[in-house]
């Protein structure tokens, strides 16, 4: 490729610069990031790449554009690059929820053009150029949006650029997508965050010293709600109505569990917690997560 | 000492024995268990110290007793050693749950004797005596708690005591550890629990394969919902009240979160979500998890 423009440049971004300089996709990356902060950083680490001011002048050139950025982004930059793009660009993003990311860019995408979505199952607590790393897709699943702006070819570009990553590809519908990571990914991420909440409010609360014992469950669920909160804002308010759907299951079976455990249900408490066992062990099998006890931590 | 029973050699207790033996800290240890699987694992890992069939046989001359069954078999246990135990012992035991154990201890452990009861907040989501390890209580808190059967002498014996298996030891009342303990740790893995039943009821629903898209959250879930699922439900059971109060607490927020979603609440949400954050730092500073992304994992 003669030349790539990433734009965005923090975790994600990130480590697609890292992996495509080190593989030599193309003769030229252009990175275009807003935040004064992320810039010093990547001058700091003296990151690959060409660190541009105004994508409209670069988009051209580039063969493949990569959106890296918070979701709520889009719209802004589709619009202040829209004039210099052409059909023979591909453009990809790489955010977690589609059906409404999709309908912005349907909306604000000139006509003619295309839009080939992509979402690599990879991500981290921390964010930042300092924390993206090259082998951040090696092994993972990457999801290729089929829709209404995506292209045959594109699709099939996308499908080698992302192997070259280190990803593995599938394809999907937009709806089936965002329904299958309201489960995966969104609904534990806001089930994390709320449980730090409330343990934040029990603390406040009772005022004891709680966060000496959190190594008993509670430093799991502390690590995800970690996470960068404009990037879970967007998507949490981009896929309200399957997560509003995941939290009502959620409510459903937790109310169902209290009742069991205050009736001492033996018989379908003890059913239900040995049938979600099997699950770790068919995630350990497809290679999802590693198998050592504790994540290996000790 | 001269001598040390185990009663039970599961993940726990065969953590112990092992620690035991290494510090060279009694000249002979006993091992109860009843588990025929288990007794079978224990004579292939070759593990130190020697089964004993009848643990009324060997009572009198162990110093000290430590408990590492789930907690509903201590009734049963204390009935049968019951009228050879001697004030001198100092009983232990390691459940997660105390108010509750500790009534049954009252209502059947002879008058006059001791029963001065710990919890490491040590384990794992693997149990069974092939994964226990002698570092497992290494830099872990061990709680000791101060009841209407404890004894100073004991305390102050079993403050020693969990030192030399590494861990650093606090006294509390039951009351106040099964509290901090509902939402710590009782509540996480509920709630892991309980996600990854409603990620099991939505594939089945949907009939898509979800679990090859764990990586993005559901994954750390799974590993919690892995745990021995008879060491829970007594948890659960016997911390019913505290338990019930978070399961609650957490309802509650959840349902203001989806509100905050739907109604698409930029501030709130961003506000929750900033916060949640801070926990991590602390609890990183508090070496109560690696400081490493991710767990370390990849």
């Known amino acids: 490729m003669k030349s790539i423009l990433i734009?965005?440049?923090g975790l994600l971004g990130s480590s697609l610069l890292r992996k495509i300089y080190k593989?030599?996709?193309a003769k030229k990356i252009f990175v275009y990031e807003t935040s004064k902060r992320n810039i010093k950083k990547i001058k700091r680490?003296?990151?690959?790449?060409?660190?541009i001011r105004k994508p409209e002048d670069v988009v051209s050139q580039s063969e493949l554009i990569i959106f890296c950025t918070p979701m709520s982004e889009y719209e802004k930059i589709i619009l202040r690059i829209n004039k210099?793009?052409?059909s023979r660009h591909i453009i990809t993003d790489i955010?977690?929820?589609k059906?409404?990311?999709l309908k912005v860019v349907n909306k604000n995408l000139r006509k003619g053009l295309f839009w080939t979505s992509s979402h690599p199952i990879a991500g981290s607590e921390v964010s930042g150029p300092e924390n993206g790393k090259q082998n951040l897709f090696e092994n993972k699943w990457c999801v290729l949006i089929k829709g209404k702006r995506s292209s045959k070819i594109h699709l099939k570009f996308l499908k080698s650029f992302w192997g070259k990553m280190g990803s593995r590809t599938i394809e999907m519908s937009p709806e089936k997508h965002d329904k299958i990571f309201s489960i995966t990914s969104h609904l534990p991420h806001l089930i994390a965050y709320n449980l730090v909440k409330s343990a934040q409010d029990f603390e406040k609360k009772q005022k004891y010293d709680l966060l000496k014992y959190s190594a008993g469950g509670l430093r799991d669920f502390s690590r995800i709600a970690a996470s960068n909160e404009i990037m879970w804002r967007d998507i949490f308010f981009d896929n309200k109505t399957n997560v509003s759907k995941a939290i009502d299951l959620f409510i459903k079976n937790l109310k169902s569990f209290k009742k069991d455990i205050i009736s001492k249900?033996?018989?379908t408490i003890l059913k239900k917690l040995a049938q979600t066992k099997k699950v770790r062990s068919r995630i350990i099998k497809l290679k999802q997560d590693i198998n050592k006890p504790d994540f290996g931590r000790d």
């Not at 680490?45 to 660190?51: F, I, V």
Request: hydrophobic share 30%; aromatic share 0%.
């Open 45 to 51: 680490l003296k990151l690959p790449g060409t660190l």
């Open 7 to 9: 734009i965005g440049c």
């Open 23 to 25: 593989k030599k996709l």
């Open 84 to 86: 210099n793009l052409h």
């Open 99 to 101: 059906l409404k990311s």
């Open 95 to 97: 955010g977690s929820s």
């Open 265 to 267: 249900n033996n018989k």
